[in-house]
């Protein structure tokens, strides 16, 4: 969006002195209130935040990776190892943070990526993210394993949703599904495609995870699973030919999530794919598989602007954001910092987190040089002279 030095100075003074804003009570929300929000001033202390508030069943479900969480390190390590080189002197009076994805602009390149199971942060659970997501602006991108009928999220949101699916045996039941959320006006769909089995996931075990007795996801095919917590019965058999059948169910884009390897990218193009998401599954599947932000080079030269290519894993500062436009993301999906925020705030919690990283995300902008999403390339990482 375009941002005169004015707002800009506004929305500066507003981040330094929200503690004494006030921020709506959504009337309904019951386990926290507006003024658990006031001292918090970026992503990660809403994590720390959250786990005060949260069982520490649900925290470490939302916190937790895999094996020895090896790459859920490496996500925030190696996006912070990155130096920016800054141009000075440039007119950064007016910044343009607006992308276009599939015909539709965004405000910003910053997406709410797809999370399980969030009436466990917040009774309102998935309704209260899109309520969040709206008042940011936000394109948000509903879990397969969403607490909440997409009818019900859907009639509350006031900006776009995708969705998230992954694939089970069932053709019916997927088929049925994809053509629901079409129905209800999502805007794309993300196949997962990294997911055939579960993570060994250590720090969920030992929390004992299982869904409370009154959570009844209505997509999950596998209901055991929220009877005794057991691992969910992924398509393991997922191969192209089922993207292709899948294609063929939707005239929506679909994109196909958990991208790592640029032959993967390049064959997801040649079977027509919209676009793909680098994602490592923020370091939950498997472990020591490297950082997102690491293998984004690498991918984005191979699709060489042929489809959109997004990124998540590990995104928590607006300088991360700058950095993956750098390296060739279209945008930057976040999710864990999502539903802390929903833990401690309810919508106003999701708007907050939002709010946060797109104001951060301007401020790295304008302090590196670049007045608009044009002016972000691979020029902006600093490079040691050899």
Avoid at 162 to 190: I, N, P, S, T
Avoid at 237 to 242: C, H
Wanted: hydrophobic share 45%; glycine share 6%.
């Amino acid at each position: 969006m375009k941002y005169s030095r004015r707002n800009m100075l506004q929305s500066m003074g507003a981040l330094a002195g929200a503690s004494i804003l006030p921020i709506p009570v959504n009337a309904n929300q019951t386990e926290s209130t507006p003024e658990d929000l006031k001292d918090i001033i970026n992503l990660f202390d809403f994590e720390k935040a959250a786990q005060g508030k949260m069982s520490k069943m649900a925290y470490e479900f939302v916190a937790s990776g895999a094996a020895d969480e090896f790459t859920v390190r490496w996500n925030r390590e190696a996006l912070d190892k990155l130096k920016i080189q800054t141009q000075v002197l440039n007119d950064v009076a007016r910044l343009d943070t607006k992308v276009t994805l599939f015909g539709k602009e965004m405000a910003y390149p910053i997406m709410i990526a797809p999370t399980a199971f969030h009436k466990l942060m917040h009774p309102e659970g998935e309704m209260a993210t899109a309520r969040g997501a709206g008042a940011a602006s936000a394109t948000y991108v509903v879990s397969s394993f969403t607490t909440t009928p997409i009818e019900e999220i859907a009639k509350v949101a006031t900006h776009p949703l995708w969705f998230q699916l992954y694939v089970v045996d069932d053709r019916a039941f997927v088929k049925d599904l994809v053509q629901k959320v079409e129905a209800q006006g999502c805007r794309a769909l993300c196949i997962t495609v990294d997911t055939p089995v579960s993570g060994v996931r250590n720090r969920q075990q030992k929390a004992n995870f299982k869904l409370p007795d009154d959570l009844h996801p209505p997509y999950m095919i596998d209901t055991a699973f929220a009877a005794k917590g057991e691992a969910l019965k992924f398509k393991k058999s997922l191969t192209w030919a089922d993207i292709e059948w899948l294609k063929s169910l939707t005239k929506l884009p679909v994109l196909l999530k958990g991208i790592l390897n640029p032959n993967d990218a390049e064959k997801a193009i040649q079977i027509g794919c919209s676009g793909i998401i680098v994602s490592n599954h923020s370091g939950r599947n498997l472990d020591t598989v490297p950082a997102t932000i690491e293998v984004l080079p690498s991918i984005a030269q191979k699709v060489n602007k042929r489809i959109p290519v997004l990124m998540d894993g590990g995104i928590r500062r607006g300088t991360d954001v700058l950095k993956a436009m750098a390296l060739g993301a279209n945008a930057v999906l976040v999710g864990k910092p999502v539903c802390f925020g929903l833990a401690c705030g309810g919508s106003e919690g999701v708007t907050k987190v939002m709010t946060i990283l797109q104001k951060e995300f301007e401020f790295a902008m304008a302090l590196s040089g670049r007045s608009s999403i044009a002016g972000i390339d691979a020029s902006l990482i600093w490079q040691r002279d050899l």
